[in-house]
């Protein structure tokens, strides 16, 4: 036999496609030919390949080999068609038949001595896989805890080369999947542990319960950082959707923890201020890989101190705040990833970040101003809650009563306001407030009435509120009364929506 064919799947972002590779063996003077645009990774395949084999006590065949990977327009990347390469090329010359493998995809990166490496992305590969009926896979036995997640999936792992060769030759059982390893106990941060700042709790519970956007304005020692690192103590764990979408993401990145659960918490990212525009959105060579934006999908992005962030780092930002996605082009092939996470900006009032009116600051208010200015309008506009926090006093950081609520109790609160607004707009195919279009908002049946919006519309007349504002406004103040447990906001919710939003009294 000088033909063989078996599965694969290939990746273009986090969306994975079924690819048939093909083997031909020909007479002429040997050579090997890879065709169906792979990239630089899987033209050195055949090297690799070629060790692997005799490596492995297997014979090569000195003939001119073909191999094709289908469908021929779709882009290939990465290692990860290693295996399968060897395990085509292996059947098309006789040395193996391959009959145990039909309708079995194959994954793996091969090392020179024909081990079997884990590869990025393995989860995505196994979910389109399965979306394409195939029942059965083969995966790199660093991968398998990965793979097994997905249902109606029998994932086999293997270690080596030589393995699957004495698997398809005699049966040998491959490697089962790892049992499943329960998830530690959370540990994270507590809102137990932020002194005082009602304002910013209360603005980060309206944030967690809606799914809105967040500014944090004020001095060194606020509590600005601790309130965002707590944010995802108080989001609901991810169901088995997100988990999937979340945990793909992560295993393209390669940055899945030891255990290849799902992830059921939402991720938090926090890059630093000199991160460059491709680490927040995503970038590099070839096919764009996801950026923290990305990386923060179902979760939470911070970035403190966020003046300091380049203008191009910020204003990138723009389109997957508004969108919840984000469409990377690149010479190698464009993607889309999802970024439907919600941000937090912390900042001080000035270079110097001392408090406003102290005799220290060395800031000017033309200084201040400018260093403000550095979020620029249209970027604000799309952050729904912009609170100034004050400085914590000596009575709230000495505080030693039971009075402060533990993330817990909070977080009840946020899944019982979660649950009112899914229910709510779910003919609409939405979840939380902060993702229902304005235009649903603003006709019937849940246009509010104008006694209830009359202070907004006045701030709209005067321009000093934008419609994007408006809208987000109204999106809101339902989550406020979700919180409260009513099944429409009134006037006052409007006027606390207003009031986080522009943080000033109504």
Same mark, same amino acid.
Request: aromatic content about 2%.
């Given at each position: 036999?000088?033909?063989?064919?078996?599965?694969?799947?290939?990746?273009?972002?986090?969306?994975?496609?079924?690819?048939?590779?093909?083997?031909?063996?020909?007479?002429?003077?040997?050579?090997?030919?890879?065709?169906?645009?792979? #990239?630089?990774?899987?033209?050195?395949?055949?090297?690799?390949? =070629?060790?692997? !084999?005799?490596?492995?006590?297997? =014979?090569?065949?000195?003939?001119?080999?073909?191999?094709?990977?289908?469908?021929?327009?779709?882009?290939?990347?990465?290692?990860?068609?290693?295996?399968?390469?060897?395990?085509?090329?292996?059947?098309?010359?006789?040395? +193996?038949?391959?009959?145990?493998?039909?309708? !079995?995809?194959?994954?793996?990166?091969?090392?020179?001595?024909?081990?079997?490496?884990?590869?990025?992305?393995?989860?995505?590969? !196994?979910?389109?896989?399965?979306?394409?009926?195939?029942?059965?896979?083969?995966?790199?036995?660093?991968?398998?805890?990965?793979?097994?997640?997905?249902?109606?999936?029998?994932?086999?792992?293997? #270690?080596?080369?030589?393995?699957?060769?004495?698997?398809?030759?005699?049966?040998?059982?491959?490697?089962?999947?790892?049992?499943?390893?329960?998830?530690?106990?959370?540990?994270?941060?507590?809102?137990?542990?932020?002194?005082?700042?009602?304002?910013?709790?209360?603005?980060?519970?309206?944030?967690?319960?809606?799914?809105?956007?967040?500014?944090?304005?004020?001095?060194?020692?606020?509590?600005?950082?601790?309130?965002?690192?707590?944010?995802? /103590?108080? +989001?609901?764990?991810? &169901? &088995?959707?997100?988990?999937?979408?979340?945990?793909?993401?992560?295993?393209?990145?390669?940055?899945?923890?030891?255990?290849?659960?799902?992830?059921?918490?939402?991720?938090?990212?926090?890059?630093?201020?000199?991160?460059?525009?491709?680490?927040?959105?995503?970038?590099?060579?070839?096919?764009?890989?996801?950026?923290?934006?990305?990386?923060?999908?179902?979760?939470?992005?911070?970035?403190?101190?966020?003046?300091?962030?380049?203008?191009?780092?910020?204003?990138?930002?723009?389109?997957?705040?508004?969108?919840?996605?984000?469409?990377?082009?690149?010479?190698?092939?464009?993607?889309?990833?999802?970024?439907?996470?919600?941000?937090?900006?912390?900042?001080?009032?000035?270079?110097?970040?001392?408090?406003?009116? &102290?005799?220290?600051?060395?800031?000017?208010?033309?200084?201040?101003?400018?260093? +403000?200015?550095?979020?620029?309008?249209?970027?604000?506009?799309?952050?729904?809650?912009?609170?100034?926090?004050?400085?914590?006093?000596?009575?709230?950081?000495?505080?030693? #009563?039971?009075?402060?609520?533990?993330?817990?109790?909070?977080?009840?609160?946020?899944?019982?306001? =979660?649950?009112?607004?899914?229910?709510?707009?779910?003919?609409?195919?939405?979840?939380?407030?902060?993702?229902?279009?304005?235009?649903?908002?603003?006709?019937?049946?849940?246009?509010?009435?104008?006694? !209830?919006?009359?202070?907004?519309?006045?701030?709209?007349? /005067?321009?000093?509120?934008?419609?994007?504002?408006?809208?987000?406004?109204?999106?809101?103040?339902?989550?406020?009364?979700?919180?409260?447990?009513?099944?429409?906001?009134?006037?006052?919710?409007?006027?606390?929506?207003?009031?986080?939003?522009?943080?000033?009294?109504?």
């Amino acid at each position: 036999m000088s033909y063989a064919k078996v599965l694969c799947v290939g990746l273009v972002g986090v969306t994975g496609h079924l690819v048939e590779v093909e083997a031909d063996l020909s007479a002429g003077l040997p050579a090997v030919v890879i065709s169906g645009l792979p #990239d630089t990774a899987l033209h050195e395949a055949r090297d690799r390949v =070629r060790a692997a !084999v005799v490596n492995s006590g297997q =014979r090569w065949p000195n003939r001119r080999i073909t191999l094709n990977l289908l469908p021929a327009t779709l882009p290939k990347f990465g290692s990860a068609f290693d295996l399968a390469i060897a395990t085509a090329l292996l059947g098309g010359s006789g040395e +193996l038949p391959l009959l145990p493998l039909d309708g !079995v995809v194959i994954l793996g990166e091969l090392g020179l001595d024909g081990t079997v490496r884990p590869v990025r992305g393995v989860l995505p590969m !196994v979910a389109a896989a399965a979306q394409a009926g195939v029942a059965r896979v083969i995966v790199p036995v660093g991968n398998a805890a990965e793979a097994a997640v997905i249902p109606g999936v029998r994932v086999r792992a293997v #270690d080596t080369l030589h393995r699957l060769v004495a698997f398809v030759r005699d049966g040998t059982p491959l490697i089962e999947p790892p049992a499943d390893i329960p998830e530690p106990p959370d540990g994270g941060p507590d809102l137990a542990d932020v002194a005082g700042q009602q304002l910013g709790r209360r603005a980060l519970e309206v944030a967690a319960a809606g799914g809105h956007h967040v500014a944090l304005l004020g001095p060194p020692g606020a509590g600005k950082t601790m309130l965002a690192e707590r944010l995802p /103590s108080i +989001l609901p764990e991810l &169901d &088995d959707d997100a988990a999937l979408e979340v945990t793909a993401l992560h295993s393209v990145a390669g940055l899945l923890p030891p255990g290849g659960r799902l992830l059921r918490r939402p991720p938090f990212q926090a890059p630093h201020h000199t991160a460059t525009v491709p680490s927040l959105v995503g970038g590099g060579s070839g096919l764009a890989r996801p950026g923290a934006v990305s990386l923060a999908h179902r979760g939470v992005l911070f970035l403190d101190e966020a003046p300091e962030f380049s203008k191009g780092a910020l204003e990138a930002l723009r389109q997957p705040l508004e969108h919840g996605r984000i469409q990377l082009n690149r010479s190698g092939g464009g993607t889309v990833y999802p970024a439907r996470t919600q941000v937090v900006l912390a900042a001080n009032p000035c270079p110097c970040a001392k408090p406003a009116g &102290d005799a220290n600051c060395e800031c000017s208010p033309l200084v201040r101003r400018r260093y +403000l200015g550095r979020l620029s309008g249209p970027l604000l506009d799309r952050i729904d809650v912009q609170v100034r926090l004050m400085p914590v006093r000596a009575a709230e950081l000495m505080a030693t #009563d039971g009075d402060v609520e533990p993330s817990a109790t909070v977080a009840a609160r946020v899944v019982a306001a =979660r649950q009112a607004a899914a229910a709510r707009w779910a003919d609409l195919g939405r979840r939380l407030n902060a993702e229902v279009e304005g235009p649903h908002l603003r006709r019937p049946p849940w246009r509010l009435p104008a006694r !209830v919006t009359v202070e907004l519309r006045g701030r709209l007349d /005067s321009g000093s509120l934008s419609a994007r504002g408006f809208d987000r406004v109204i999106r809101m103040a339902w989550t406020i009364a979700d919180l409260d447990g009513r099944d429409r906001p009134d006037r006052d919710d409007v006027r606390e929506a207003l009031q986080l939003r522009t943080g000033e009294a109504t």
